[in-house]
């Protein structure tokens, strides 16, 4: 699924491997909008399935102290907000359960009607769980967020129903691949791949609270060739394992 920026033409491809529910992608979301915004960079958000199957799990108190100094790093180290609905509402929600399908069917959905919409879900899925303290694995929680992103009520619960069981199933197979393929070793993963084909793993960890310095440095790979015996600026060829 692709989000295409409005350059004629795209000279490398941000692969972003993520999972709603996952805390650190939360941290990168500022730096996933900040690349959307590169001229020429399409970004493609690949579903992980974190939390599906045998590792959904209901929201307890074992769980909210795990995540409490996650989260707090994640504040810390990026400025990302974190609500009292989410820290003191959601949190202890022990009726609540922590699924990664239903949004990344939401996600699927969203683009399936509009690109880029797939990313923008992807955002205000976040913010919905983060900020807003909402169940994000809730079907009728995330029609409302579809509406709220513009999208026809109806289009998008047809969209979500196809979408929904095997479509995503195999969406989170093909992403969880891709992460084998480029070495990564969980979420968030990224992967740019150059129009020559070759791509390499980006090491996310140093560019935390820092988009417009990232964004700059996206923009170096996909700017004109550089001339003979200038040295190229690359980030480091190890992925983050957060």
């Avoid at 959904?56 to 990026?78: F, G, M, S």
């Avoid at 699924?99 to 683009?111: C, F, G, H, Q, V």
């Avoid at 960890?205 to 700017?223: C, H, I, M, N, Y």
């Amino acid at each position: 699924m692709a989000a295409v920026n409005d350059a004629p033409n795209t000279a490398a491809t941000l692969h972003y491997i993520f999972d709603p529910m996952c805390g650190w992608c939360y941290a990168v979301a500022p730096l996933v909008e900040a690349a959307r915004d590169v001229p020429g960079l399409q970004v493609e958000i690949h579903g992980g399935g974190m939390m599906t199957g045998a590792n959904r799990r209901p929201i307890t108190a074992q769980w909210r102290e795990y995540v409490k100094p996650h989260d707090l790093r994640i504040a810390q180290l990026t400025g990302q907000p974190f609500g009292e609905r989410y820290l003191e509402g959601l949190l202890r929600d022990t009726g609540a359960t922590m699924d990664s399908e239903p949004p990344t069917t939401a996600i699927l959905a969203a683009e399936a009607l509009r690109a880029g919409g797939g990313l923008d879900m992807a955002h205000r899925v976040q913010q919905a769980h983060y900020v807003e303290g909402r169940r994000i694995a809730d079907v009728d929680v995330l029609n409302t967020l579809a509406v709220e992103l513009g999208f026809d009520a109806e289009a998008f619960a047809s969209a979500f129903a196809r979408l929904s069981g095997e479509a995503t199933s195999q969406h989170i197979a093909a992403s969880r691949q891709l992460l084998q393929r480029s070495g990564g070793q969980g979420f968030p993963t990224f992967v740019l791949a150059q129009a020559d084909g070759s791509a390499s793993r980006i090491d996310i960890s140093p560019w935390f609270g820092r988009a417009d310095e990232w964004k700059a440095q996206l923009a170096t790979f996909v700017a004109p060739p550089q001339a003979a015996g200038a040295a190229p600026t690359v980030c480091g060829p190890d992925g983050c394992a957060i």
